[in-house]
């Protein structure tokens, strides 16, 4: 579940990483958000004092919008999982995982065209950066594909223990029965996991291929606001893969949960309203 409201959640910039962070802590990065949103994007983008100069009040526009639209549809649905009684049901996940991918569809949306507007102003050196930025990203993330086959079991076990607990902030920790169900479910060859990182990889090249080609920025913010929901071939594919099976281990572990991880659940899930609320709230 922390996975399906991770694409909308990461407009706030650092919000899901540091939710569980000290009521201080939380307190400043919620009043800063604006910006350590042109932080994260500066991170990709090494952007000019003009450029973030001008994206500063977008980006100030966007939050206050991200308050208004994207929040109280949140809220809404984090309130209606923690009270519900019964086991969330797999067509429960499945309508969470559309309703989500709805939110995150009108952000980039609402954003194409600030974004369309910061790449026909980026410099070659700036889009270098950006494409070396997401390419070190994805070899970190990916880095078992890259092993030798003699490294690659021990370094496979390492990429399925970071995504387990990402599942275990939501519900505390996992018995060893259900560990070793979440291995299965998630095992893959080396192969698999290779063919994987080139879909993205081919994926972000044709991105950035016709992005070069583009350079009216209305023509650039309808091409961002097609690729989200119309990426290559085999990223759709990967990306139908990839939502079935969060939809499988979602379903495995509601089934196994124990009394001590739904109480940790509901209260996960009353710090994540109340931090939403603590966010509607500030002024930017």
Request: charged share 25%; hydrophobic share 40%; net charge positive.
């Amino acid at each position: 579940m922390h996975l399906l409201f991770f694409r909308t959640l990461v407009i706030l910039g650092v919000l899901v990483p540091l939710i569980s962070g000290c009521q201080y802590f939380k307190s400043t990065v919620f009043n800063n958000l604006d910006s350590l949103v042109l932080i994260q994007i500066d991170e990709y983008f090494d952007l000019t004092d003009m450029q973030t100069e001008f994206l500063r009040p977008k980006v100030v526009s966007h939050l206050r919008w991200v308050q208004q639209k994207i929040i109280p549809q949140l809220i809404t649905e984090l309130e209606r999982l923690k009270n519900q009684q019964e086991p969330i049901r797999n067509q429960q996940f499945l309508i969470l995982q559309k309703k989500t991918w709805k939110m995150w569809n009108s952000i980039i949306d609402r954003i194409a065209d600030d974004g369309a507007w910061l790449f026909i102003n980026l410099s070659p050196q700036q889009l270098k950066h950006l494409q070396e930025q997401l390419r070190n990203k994805h070899q970190e993330y990916y880095e078992p594909a890259f092993s030798s086959k003699t490294e690659f079991p021990a370094k496979f076990k390492k990429f399925q223990e970071t995504t387990l607990k990402g599942f275990e902030t939501l519900v505390g920790e996992f018995s060893e029965q259900q560990r070793a169900k979440f291995s299965q479910v998630t095992q893959e060859s080396q192969e698999s996991l290779g063919k994987d990182s080139e879909i993205i990889t081919q994926n972000r090249v044709q991105f950035f291929q016709k992005v070069s080609a583009l350079r009216q920025q209305k023509e650039l913010a309808i091409f961002f606001r097609q690729w989200v929901l119309n990426p290559n071939v085999g990223y759709q594919k990967f990306r139908l893969k990839r939502k079935q099976r969060t939809l499988q281990i979602l379903s495995i572990l509601e089934a196994d949960l124990t009394v001590k991880q739904k109480e940790f659940r509901q209260a996960k899930l009353d710090d994540y309203i109340t931090d939403l609320k603590v966010i509607r709230e500030v002024i930017f």
